[in-house]
């Protein structure tokens, strides 16, 4: 924990050195899933040429190592600091809610950095943040990574305990922070087939399934780099009335807006995830 906390406190243009080393290192060196990101690259936009699809490939292992230094920061960093270099356009979505005492889920993707956004909301909702996370089988990095994502004040709620958590507090207003866009386990059942980045992709259904049990509106947070190591993020509507919808629909609203982010921003996605490893069972 110590050299992670050394890490934290160095300043930016100096971890910005050792993550171009890093990203140097894991792209010609030890070639980081290289086959997976191709693999995914391909599939996603078989329009680009060899050339446009290198050059993705190469920006987002400079992506990656930022997004996992930039986050070591948040073991550190000031809340002065970190609002210099976060910000979030419409924050008032989401406190409008909360005024109203109504909940909601807050949904995003794995594009830029995620443990960024998941703290900028902690430092300017007006809501508690239920973040939903799975457990690291190392204890160490567990730990290590709920003290990042509970900075500036959210509680971290492991995914099998999150429909227990939202039982509790139904009546008190509250945001569920998730990342949905990750692949399910194999064994999953509650999953919703979906297109999305040109493939038929399997999402897990629990989103759409909490949102229409409560019948709370779910937005989704899409992030932007605007340079190194500074962000900004907007919420936009999924739906406000879940209830109304099929969870396939909901589950389709989303993976439309994870698409477009990524179609603006294809280097800021985590292709090096093994997203597509499950085929559509036959109809």
């Not at 987002?60 to 996992?68: F, R, S």
């Not at 936009?236 to 969870?247: G, L, Q, T, V």
């Not at 597509?276 to 109809?283: F, G, L, S, T, V």
Request: with cysteine; hydrophobic share 40%; proline share 4%.
């Amino acid at each position: 924990m110590i050299l992670f906390k050394l890490v934290s406190r160095l300043p930016f243009w100096l971890l910005y050195i050792i993550s171009d080393m890093m990203a140097f290192f894991a792209e010609h060196i030890l070639q980081y899933r290289k086959a997976v990101i191709l693999k995914n690259l391909q599939n996603s936009f078989p329009d680009k040429s060899k050339k446009e699809l290198q050059k993705i490939k190469s920006r987002y292992y400079k992506n990656l190592t930022d997004v996992a230094l930039e986050s070591f920061k948040l073991l550190s960093i000031s809340k002065e600091e970190f609002t210099k270099r976060m910000k979030i356009l419409n924050v008032e979505k989401v406190n409008n809610l909360y005024d109203k005492k109504i909940s909601v889920i807050a949904t995003t993707s794995h594009l830029c950095n995620w443990e960024w956004m998941l703290a900028i909301c902690a430092v300017h909702f007006k809501p508690s943040i239920d973040a939903v996370y799975q457990q690291i089988q190392n204890t160490f990095f567990d730990n290590l990574m709920l003290r990042i994502r509970s900075r500036f004040g959210s509680i971290p709620v492991e995914k099998k305990q999150v429909f227990r958590e939202s039982l509790k507090k139904r009546n008190i207003p509250h945001v569920i922070a998730l990342v949905a866009d990750q692949s399910p386990p194999v064994h999953d059942e509650q999953v919703i087939w979906a297109p999305f980045m040109n493939q038929d992709t399997v999402f897990y259904s629990g989103m759409a399934r909490l949102a229409k049990s409560f019948k709370w509106p779910i937005v989704f947070g899409e992030m932007r780099r605007l340079r190194r190591g500074y962000y900004e993020m907007e919420f936009k509507d999924i739906c406000n009335s879940p209830e109304e919808y099929r969870d396939d629909q909901i589950i389709n609203m989303y993976a439309e807006m994870v698409e477009a982010s990524i179609r603006e921003n294809p280097e800021s996605w985590l292709w090096s995830h093994n997203r597509w490893k499950r085929e559509k069972p036959a109809d």
